[in-house]
């Protein structure tokens, strides 16, 4: 199976799994994370890359004016649509090659636990798809997991990509390879200097959040 194939067939499996997620209680740094994300999509049009099972959707869309959220994989888009959130779409999308959101540009964009799946041979390909659904003067927020020193599944490199992996293993027994980068500030910066302006990392376990103003959107409409 091919990376995308393993990743596609992973996040499928695991949907319902997610799912689950979304009636727990959200930890003190989510509920900080969920407060900076409603504020900057406050009023704003907002897109929403890789939206999974809509744990993070569900507390934008009140606030936003509206809400583009995609994912590829069709399980993880169904539990999305099962909570049947105000002025909210749902796209069925690859996220390397936004196709079907149409022309329009949003004021708004947020990816949570997406951007560490990337390959580095397709950072730019990810961000310059984005960026072109974005307007001039567009923000962005990016969420993403440190490594914990208590995780056990295998992680290890490859010198061909130079990315690194994880095994993931599912309650059923399988277990898929899966792109898994755990950054740190440094990495992110130089990775997003050519993308953004004014990134602000919040770097404290279990995980990091960022802003920053995207360089070159679409014009302002
Ligand atoms: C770790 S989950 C994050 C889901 C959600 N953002 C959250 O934080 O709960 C990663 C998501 O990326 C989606 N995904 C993986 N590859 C993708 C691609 N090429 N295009 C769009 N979505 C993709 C998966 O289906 C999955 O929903």
New binding site residues.
Partial sequence: MSE?DQ??AY??AR?PL?AQ?LATQPSPQVLEIIGQLRSMAQDQTVL??????G??TRYVAPVARETVA????VK?LNFARAQFLPKTRYIH????HLKNIGGVKFDFGF????VS?IPIARWKQFFTTFHSHMKQGARVML?DDIHRPDDHDPYYSKLDTHDSYELRQLPDGSSYEIIKTYFTPGQLRELLAPFGRNIDIHFTRPRWWLTYDVISGGNRR
């Fill in positions: 995308v990743m596609h996040y499928s949907a997610m997620r929403e890359i890789a939206c999974g099972p744990y993070w995609t994912d590829y994989s993880m999308d690859d996220a390397y990816a949570m636990h997406w799946h969420v």
